[in-house]
T-cell receptor, first 112, second 112 residues
Framework: NAGVTQTPKFQVLKTGQSMTLQCAQDMNHEYMSWYRQDPGMGLRLIHYSVGAGITDQGEVPNGYNVSRSTTEDFPLRLLSAAPSQTSVYFC???????????FGPGTRLLVL | RKEVEQDPGPFNVPEGATVAFNCTYSNSASQSFFWYRQDCRKEPKLLMSVYSSGNEDGRFTAQLNRASQYISLLIRDSKLSDSATYLCVVNPRTDSWGKLQFGAGTQVVVTP
């Protein structure tokens, strides 16, 4: 049982490049979400999903897209990277609305 | 004003001592509360939920004060391994999964 996995662990992009951050979970959780964590700020919700085929925006969705074609996978796409998107990105999943969230190890992204 | 506020610390604590810190939240209708622990460069992990009557898990005690809108975490007999950042997490409403509010964290450093 791997829990929540994320790839890559580190990534450097140039402004304007696009990329996809991968997230997968093997716990059969319906609920998955993406957060970004910046120094001095709490985790901020980017997008979330309550099941396959259903996604919604969080607090800071601009510049990011998501899709949920399977229960297991929830990729995050950066459409045109900007330096303001330099951050640590965490994917999380949970079984139900009980809100105990299981986080992946994170992806550290640097946009130059 | 941030919705969830924490003293960033650091709280420097001698091994074996007790440390306590609070987290304030702005939404009086908030329904559920949690403490997560985050080690340096790692993902957050659930430490404990916070119940209305207060609850204890080993050396950790969590309290909720709805009147003053804060939760607290107390660590007794601090261990070196308790050094971490403690994140306060608030769910503002029971029907708003995915909209958890995270504090920026309180850093605790336990010294020998």
């Amino acid at each position: 049982n791997a829990g929540v996995t994320q790839t890559p662990k580190f990534q450097v992009l140039k402004t304007g490049q696009s990329m996809t951050l991968q997230c997968a979970q093997d716990m059969n959780h319906e609920y998955m979400s993406w957060y970004r964590q910046d120094p001095g700020m709490g985790l901020r919700l980017i997008h979330y999903s309550v099941g396959a085929g259903i996604t919604d925006q969080g607090e800071v969705p601009n510049g990011y897209n998501v899709s949920r074609s399977t229960t297991e996978d929830f990729p995050l796409r950066l459409l045109s990277a900007a330096p303001s998107q330099t951050s640590v990105y965490f994917c999380a999943s949970s079984y139900d609305r009980a809100e105990t969230q299981y986080f992946g190890p994170g992806t550290r992204l640097l946009v130059l | 004003r941030k919705e969830v506020e924490q003293d960033p610390g650091p709280f420097n604590v001698p091994e074996g001592a007790t440390v306590a810190f609070n987290c304030t939240y702005s939404n009086s209708a908030s329904q559920s509360f949690f403490w997560y622990r985050q080690d340096c460069r790692k993902e957050p992990k659930l430490l404990m939920s916070v119940y209305s009557s207060g609850n204890e898990d080993g050396r950790f005690t969590a309290q909720l004060n709805r009147a003053s809108q804060y939760i607290s975490l107390l660590i007794r007999d601090s261990k070196l391994s308790d050094s971490a950042t403690y994140l306060c997490v608030v769910n503002p409403r029971t029907d708003s999964w995915g909209k958890l509010q995270f504090g920026a964290g309180t850093q605790v450093v336990v010294t020998p």
